[in-house]
């Protein structure tokens, strides 16, 4: 038998065991070079801590709220898509996983299951990350059906006008899934006999005109909260406040699509800078240890999104896997806290960390 693993990038391996390999090449790959890719996980290695002793941490709280949602610790599940090809119950099996453990799923729009499904699967706290289609009927059906079921929110993607080159997904010229929430309603053939076929279908499929004028589309199709996902700079986050946002997430899509976009940990402080405490920033991306986690409080975060442990937890054991991974990434930011002097969120400040800029500065 396996060895269990003791970190979350120990399911790396196992699911590398678990999956096909153009499966695997899909969760695990970045964006051309894979520059950024490398550099999300590497910059939070960069960062280093200003612990203090001698505090009672005898007790530590991680629970906060995101938009007035409790959750057990600020750590959420990131919208990854088709995870099905993870595990035969998909994101079934995630939204349980994050029921279980009293965390936020975001739902991705390219899911292999319906939104009723998994609206009726559990009784997580969720959200329901969109893209826009050319075809704005579909996108406004799956919003509206999601708030009808009871997703919270709305996390609109705002870095993939067009999908990034995927050199692995053409290699092995990955096959997408059909998208369960259009059943019917997409054209399946928009396959290309060469290269990735998922890329090929959402060049296809995915509106490249969208701007921020939409945003107010947007909130005409729906009165859920509308956070943007994919803002890197401080004047895309001056932006966002202007057209009235609930939430920011900066986040380079896990490296996948532009390369060379700046680690999301490097530029977490511009944003949280021009946005004030208006509105929650949340940020994603080479997120693998509580240190992680606790560096991107540190530095402003309201909360981190988890993407592919989450799903190499899924692959190596299903909702269970899904689980340990969270909880893992829990219990290694509540011994974080306690080993830095923090008992609660809110001790957590920006002098508890060290980054490069401090260091040239
Ligand atoms: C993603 N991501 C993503 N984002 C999104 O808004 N909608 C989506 O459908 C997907 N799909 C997706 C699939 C896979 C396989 C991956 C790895 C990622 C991006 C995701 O939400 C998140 O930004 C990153 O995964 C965070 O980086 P880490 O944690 O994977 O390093």
């Excluded at 996983?97 to 009726?120: D, L, Y």
């Excluded at 997904?169 to 399946?188: H, V, W, Y």
Aim: with cysteine; charged share 25%.
């Amino acid at each position: 038998m396996a060895e269990e693993p003791v970190n979350v990038n120990e399911f790396q391996e196992l699911a590398r065991r678990a999956l096909r390999k153009m499966y695997f090449d899909f969760y695990n790959g970045g964006a051309e070079d894979q520059h950024t890719l490398k550099e999300n996980e590497e910059a939070f290695h960069r960062i280093t801590f200003r612990p203090r002793v001698l505090v009672d941490v005898s007790r530590i709280n991680m629970s906060t709220t995101i938009l007035g949602y409790p959750t057990s610790a600020p750590i959420m599940i990131a919208p990854t898509g088709m995870h099905k090809l993870a595990h035969p119950e998909g994101e079934v099996a995630t939204a349980r996983a994050a029921a279980a453990c009293n965390s936020i799923m975001v739902m991705s729009f390219s899911s292999t299951c319906t939104v009723e499904e998994v609206a009726s699967s559990c009784n997580a706290v969720r959200f329901f990350q969109i893209y826009v289609f050319k075809r704005r009927d579909l996108t406004a059906m799956v919003v509206q059906r999601a708030e009808r079921c009871g997703f919270k929110a709305i996390i609109f993607t705002v870095d993939a006008p067009r999908i990034g080159r995927r050199e692995a997904d053409i290699k092995n010229r990955m096959i997408a899934p059909q998208l369960k929430n259009f059943e019917g309603l997409l054209s399946t053939e928009v396959a290309s006999d060469k290269g990735s076929n998922l890329a090929a279908s959402a060049a296809a499929r995915l509106d490249p005109s969208v701007c921020w004028k939409d945003i107010e589309w947007l909130r005409s199709i729906t009165s859920l909260p509308i956070l943007i996902k994919g803002v890197l700079t401080a004047e895309d986050a001056t932006k966002a406040m202007e057209v009235g946002v609930a939430g920011i997430v900066v986040s380079n899509h896990g490296a996948r699509q532009l390369d060379y976009s700046p680690a999301t940990i490097t530029v977490l402080e511009e944003v949280v800078r021009a946005v004030g405490a208006k509105i929650p920033v949340l940020v994603d991306g080479g997120v693998r240890r509580g240190t992680d986690i606790f560096k991107a409080l540190a530095l402003g975060a309201k909360a981190v999104l988890i993407g592919r442990p989450v799903l190499y937890g899924l692959a190596a054991k299903g909702e269970h896997g899904v689980r340990q991974v969270m909880e893992m990434l829990k219990n290694e930011l509540e011994l974080t806290m306690a080993l830095s002097g923090c008992p609660t969120l809110k001790d957590i400040t920006r002098s508890h960390v060290r980054t490069e800029h401090d260091r040239l500065n």
